[in-house]
């Protein structure tokens, strides 16, 4: 039931891509490639939204730390040491955060690409491999640029990785117990 100043919209309505979305969905063997494939634009858009707000909260996370004073007048160099190196964490989860929004953006452009020139079940498969090879030129450059930390992966690579899974989750029939 709607009231006069409410109208139903996306927002409003809990529907199939708030169940899509779930990171602990499992389709029935049958589903089809439609439904896999909302499944896996539905995750991605939630996984937007996540990062979205992730890049809100540190940003005001950062706001606050800027903005609050000292208890003294003059800080001791231990407790402006210590809000500098706050100040430079939030920095850096702003910077990752970021980081896996724009990964995400292109995960999504890339499943709109596999679908505008790919049709049938292929589409997911093709997919997959475009992640792949787009992982592995993350790897060459890194290579190139002397970048290897491999103990630390970057949230671009987590977040690859994580769109990879998704679609290994959702894309393949899983028989039914």
Do not use: F
């Not at 939630?46 to 992730?54: F, G, Q």
């Not at 160099?77 to 724009?102: I, N, P, S, Y």
């Not at 190139?144 to 679609?167: E, F, K, W, Y």
Request: include cysteine; glycine fraction near 4%; charged fraction near 30%.
């Amino acid at each position: 039931m709607y009231y006069d100043d409410e109208t139903p919209t996306k927002e409003t309505e809990t529907g199939s891509d708030e169940l899509l979305s779930d990171d602990q969905l499992r389709l029935p063997e049958h589903a089809s490639i439609l439904v896999r494939v909302h499944a896996v634009e539905a995750w991605l858009v939630r996984r937007r939204k996540e990062a979205s707000l992730e890049i809100g909260d540190v940003a005001l996370a950062m706001q606050e730390a800027m903005q609050s004073e000292p208890q003294e007048t003059r800080p001791r160099r231990r407790e402006r040491e210590r809000q500098e190196l706050h100040l430079r964490h939030l920095q850096q989860d702003l910077v990752q955060a970021r980081e896996r929004l724009a990964t995400y953006e292109e995960a999504q452009a890339l499943l709109e690409e596999c679908i505008a020139h790919t049709s049938g079940e292929r589409v997911l498969v093709e997919y997959y491999l475009a992640l792949e090879d787009l992982v592995q030129s993350i790897g060459i450059d890194s290579e190139t640029t002397g970048i290897t930390d491999s103990t630390v992966p970057s949230p671009r690579l987590n977040a690859l990785a994580d769109v990879q899974h998704r679609v290994e989750h959702v894309g393949a029939p899983v028989e039914d117990d």
